[in-house]
């Protein structure tokens, strides 16, 4: 019978599996199977045969290698000659249709440009052979083609009969060249591609191929390594596992337990030797049937033949039950069993194996913790005051029935593992409230005022792990005599202060007129410093706000996510993600108003060059396609491929930013934006589209206003400071451009950056320079 523990054996079978290990390592070799005899032969030849498979795949790789590189240079050669001839092609149809007086390197770029690759130099003379444009620029440093190509080379005398050739050029570098006569006004088109940039891709695949013969090597070496320790630790495996079994039948005895081994399909059950220690009974077989455990085990704590049927049938695949079992002296011992379900052997035959443990001692600590609860729970509901204790966790441990009338509790807010605030929820809250003696670090006490009109003096201390109890006493008596009291000293000091006054009146008519004048100058100064100040303080809000909000954001993220352990309470995590949420909210209006600042001060400076436009705007619009998505809201992008615009690309994407995140905001769920770019001659259109509610008139007239709104609530309940198309509406102006937006409400909106052409940009800024003069 084969079990999942070793120790599940008896000593003797284990000493038995031993003696037949020892005697199968001596047996003679007549007795082995083929299979044995030949494993210690492979087990020889096994580094032989890697190392004839590494050089075999060595040997291959340099084959490949050296086949490969004789074809690099000769097909080289061949692209240049179809390179050439399209090039010459397209350089005299681009001539033929450019402006009169385009300039050379102009044609020569839009022409040419798609074939500067793998390093290419391409260059154009005129009739008299001097260079006129080359690609790129500054590429070649001689006048003329044949000073730079050498005066002894024949292909700028014979061009295209001549044909790609590899050549050295003046400065000694190998390249491959072709040159093509052109039409008029220009006389050659020359094409030079250094060797180097032509073995480039044969270089990479060399080194690819070296690196993974590099790392072929290192796998093999590795499982050779891994073979050959794997052997040698199998060998101590064996001579270690009978030591490893008397230690787990040692600390079977001492941590009163013992190992069961349940035969689900024979009905027969083992149990270890410390098992039969543990219940004080002597073994009387190796096997006990099912009958004879049943009848140890008490009626009332299940039935082992319901657990047999469940395992069985496979409706379940471990168990852990509590139970009693009778000892040899007829008392009852408290037993926990573990156990899961192991299928063994060639009939997958189903055993529960596992650990029962002796868990008496337990049981007793409970039921006296039980007794000893029943007990407190007396004494608190005897006392006159309202009692109520809370655990570390702020949840209810305890209350008595004043406690509950006082608060006007209903039965299921009292239940014990009730949160502090749902139950407080549920409770009548204080009219008024008042701490009368100082905080001494372990409690407080204070007065509060039920909406009913009676008084509590509430005193409330910390228990030792963490917890406070809280008890109550009724003084709505004593708070009366004290009102009265209080009301005879008011009537007393209003009619003191009733014969001051009439004695301070003229002092204080006088005064005031001297004080509002000096009130005057001094505010009026205050007012010049504070609107001197204002820029100032700003700058400074940057550090000393933003700082500490990325601290609350990055600790309120850490918490939220528990990466420290959990917190224990689900509510605290919804603190934290409110906490995180908030501080990003409050972070991003900080911006905002920064940045409007600062372009009022106009200290945001225009970093503008010629940009492709499209992929621009695609950046700025696939940022918001995942919170797009998830409202189910369409995004639809349109842009010319080939626009170009003079603008700062930081700013452009900030404006679009801020246009679409207002779509979002406004956008229902299952609406639709669209993002398109037009071209107007030299200017261009940007227009972003929504379906959203739309506006009217009044608020089309002040929505770009500073800290103007469409709505005065946020999605997410929080009011923004308006700034968004305020900040949109500056950054445009600042490139010269102009925002429109056109709407209807229940139409959605539209919304349209005119960007103008460099030369009316460049005339708005000049006026806009005067203007400031």
């Known amino acids: 019978m084969t079990h999942l523990f070793p120790t599940a054996r008896p000593v003797h079978a284990a000493q038995g599996d031993d003696a037949q290990a020892t005697q199968g390592d001596h047996a003679p070799m007549a007795a082995l199977t083929p299979k044995e005899r030949l494993e210690p032969l492979l087990h020889s030849a096994l580094p032989a045969m890697i190392v004839l498979f590494l050089l075999t795949l060595f040997g291959v790789a340099a084959q490949v290698a050296l086949q490969s590189y004789d074809k690099v ?38 022409a040419l440009g798609r074939f500067l690759t793998r390093g290419r130099i391409i260059a154009v003379t005129d009739p008299d052979g001097q260079i006129v444009a080359a690609l790129p620029p500054g590429a070649i440093r001689a006048n003329s083609l044949s000073g730079h190509l050498g005066t002894s080379q024949p292909l700028t005398v014979f061009a295209e009969k001549a044909g790609p050739m590899q050549i050295a050029l003046s400065n000694g570098t190998e390249a491959l060249a072709t040159v093509r006569n052109l ?30 013969l590099i790392v072929t090597s290192a796998v093999m070496g590795i499982v050779a390594f891994a073979y050959f320790a794997q052997a040698s630790r199998a060998i101590d495996a064996e001579s270690d ?46 096997f006990l049937s099912f009958g004879d455990v049943k009848k140890l085990i008490h009626p009332d704590d299940g039935d082992l033949g319901e657990i047999a049927e469940q395992l069985t049938a496979r409706r379940a695949n471990s168990v852990d039950h509590a139970f009693r079992i009778r000892d040899s002296r007829g008392e009852w011992i408290w037993i926990r069993a573990r156990a899961q379900v ?3 052997g060639r009939e997958r035959t189903p055993h529960l194996v596992g650990i029962a443990v002796d868990i008496s001692e337990q049981v007793r600590l409970a ?6 609860d029943l007990r407190l729970r007396d004494a608190v509901e005897t006392i006159s005051e309202a009692f109520v204790l809370w ?20 039965a299921e807010c009292i239940v014990p593992g009730t949160p502090y605030a749902m139950a407080m929820a549920q409770s009548q809250s204080f009219a008024e409230q008042a701490e009368v003696l100082p905080n001494d670090g372990a409690g407080r006490v204070y007065e509060a005022r039920l909406a009913d009109g009676r008084w509590l003096q509430i005193n409330e201390r910390r228990t030792k792990d963490g917890g406070y109890v809280s008890v109550g006493t009724d003084i709505s008596a004593l708070k009366q005599h004290e009102q009265q009291l209080l009301d005879s000293e008011r009537r007393l000091m209003a009619t003191v202060a009733d014969l001051r006054k009439s004695r301070q009146t003229l002092e204080l008519q006088a005064q005031q007129l001297a004080e509002l004048a000096e ?91 010629e ?86 008139e009044e608020e089309l007239t002040r929505v770009c206003r500073p800290f103007e709104q469409r709505s005065p609530l946020m999605q997410d309940g929080m009011k923004g400071p308006g700034l968004g198309l305020s900040i949109a509406h500056s950054l445009v102006e600042l490139h010269g451009g102009e925002l429109r937006i056109d709407s209807a409400p229940g139409q959605g909106a539209k919304v349209c950056i005119h960007l103008p052409g460099p030369r009316e940009q460049a005339r708005k800024r000049i006026a806009a320079i005067s203007a400031a003069e």
């Open 73 to 110: 240079v000769p097909e080289a050669l061949a692209e240049m000659e179809m390179v050439g001839r399209l090039a010459a092609e397209d350089l005299n149809v681009a001539t033929r249709h450019a402006a009169p007086g385009a300039p050379a390197a102009m044609i020569l770029e839009s």
């Open 183 to 212: 039409d008029a006004p220009y006389g050659q088109l020359a094409i030079i591609q250094p060797v180097d940039s032509a073995l480039s891709e044969w270089r990479s695949a060399a080194w690819r191929s070296a690196i993974l």
């Open 241 to 286: 596992r009978a030591r490893i079994r008397n230690r787990i039948d040692a600390a079977l005895d001492r941590g009163r337990c013992g190992l069961w081994d349940w035969d689900l399909a024979n009905g027969r059950i083992y149990w270890s030797d410390s098992m039969y220690d543990m219940l004080a009974m002597e073994r009387a077989g190796e």
């Open 342 to 344: 192991i299928h063994e």
């Open 367 to 372: 039921e006296r913790s039980a007794a000893a």
């Open 391 to 410: 655990d570390t966790q702020n949840r209810l441990v305890l209350c008595n029935a004043k406690f509950q009338r006082l608060h006007g509790l209903p």
């Open 519 to 609: 009130r005057y100058l001094e505010q009026k100064a205050e007012a010049e410093g504070a609107n001197r100040a204002k820029s100032d303080f700003l700058a400074n809000m940057s550090h000393e706000l933003r700082t500490p909000l990325t601290h609350i954001i990055g600790f309120a993220e850490v918490m939220e996510q528990q990466y420290f352990g959990e917190i224990g309470n689900e509510r605290y995590v919804q603190y934290a993600n409110h906490i995180r949420q908030s501080g990003q909210y409050l972070h991003g209006v900080i911006s905002d108003v920064l940045e409007m600042s600062r372009l009022d001060a106009g200290q945001i400076a225009l970093q503008a060059r």
């Open 611 to 696: 940009i492709d436009l499209a992929p621009t705007l695609a950046e700025a619009v696939d940022a918001h396609r995942a919170p797009a998505a998830a409202k189910q809201v369409e995004i639809a992008f349109e842009a010319p491929a080939d626009s170009r615009v003079v603008a700062d690309p930081e700013l452009l994407r900030r404006v679009v930013d801020i246009l679409m995140k207002n779509a979002l905001k406004f956008t229902p769920e299952g609406g639709r934006i669209a993002v398109r770019a037009v071209r107007q001659g030299a200017a261009h259109d940007i227009i972003v589209e929504d379906s959203g509610c739309g506006m009217n």
